[in-house]
């Protein structure tokens, strides 16, 4: 069967988005999609764009983590989401929802949650926080979010 004007209307276009100022993504996705007047963003994390650095963290010889400072992630990380909205033709106050992923609640939570209050002072977001075992690199936090257009 072909496809009819309802199927076809039904259709929603979507747009990736790669931000030349945040680190390159670390799989095969881009950093965010659009999706009619939505910005879907895929996981992002502390890294500087051109870098495996991390800001805050030490690692040993084998690669794994030595000691992390989690409010200079939490910086890096809004940065990085800041970069990818302003460069998808959104802003920081329209995102309108957060997912924080944690590698340490009881120890990183309260700094985190300080940190988020200084940056969503103005603009409140819906939230959610959950602790992980891990992430795909050695970095403590992670974001998901989804902005409006």
Same mark, same amino acid.
Request: net charge negative.
């Given at each position: ?7 076809? /209307?039904?259709?929603?276009? /979507?747009? /990736?988005?790669?931000s030349?100022?945040?680190? %390159? @993504? #670390?799989?095969?996705? @881009? ?6 007047? $939505?910005? =879907? +963003?895929?996981?992002?994390? @502390? ?7 991390? @800001?805050?963290?030490? +690692? ?9 400072? !989690? ?5 890096? #990380? =809004? %940065?990085?989401?800041?970069k990818?909205? %302003?460069?998808?033709? /959104?802003?920081?106050?329209q !995102?309108v929802?957060?997912?924080? =992923? +944690? ?5 990183? =939570? ?7 209050? %200084? ?23 992670? $974001?998901?979010? !989804?902005?409006?257009?």
């Open positions: 069967m072909g496809t009819g004007p309802t199927e076809k /209307s039904q259709t929603m276009i /979507s747009d /990736s988005v790669n030349q100022q945040a680190p %390159e @993504p #670390v799989g095969l996705y @881009p950093h965010a999609r659009k999706v009619g007047n $939505l910005l =879907f +963003l895929s996981g992002v994390g @502390p890294r500087k764009r051109g870098t495996r650095d991390i @800001p805050g963290v030490v +690692l040993d010889s084998k690669g794994a983590i030595q000691s992390y400072d !989690i409010a200079a992630q939490c910086h890096s #990380v =809004f %940065e990085n989401v800041r990818i909205v %302003e460069d998808a033709g /959104s802003s920081w106050d !995102i929802d957060v997912t924080a =992923f +944690l590698t340490n609640m009881a120890d990183d =939570f309260q700094v985190y949650n300080k940190i988020y209050a %200084e940056y969503f002072a103005e603009n409140r977001p819906c939230r959610t926080t959950v602790e992980v075992n891990c992430l795909p690199t050695p970095i403590a936090i992670e $974001l998901k979010c !989804i902005a409006t257009i």
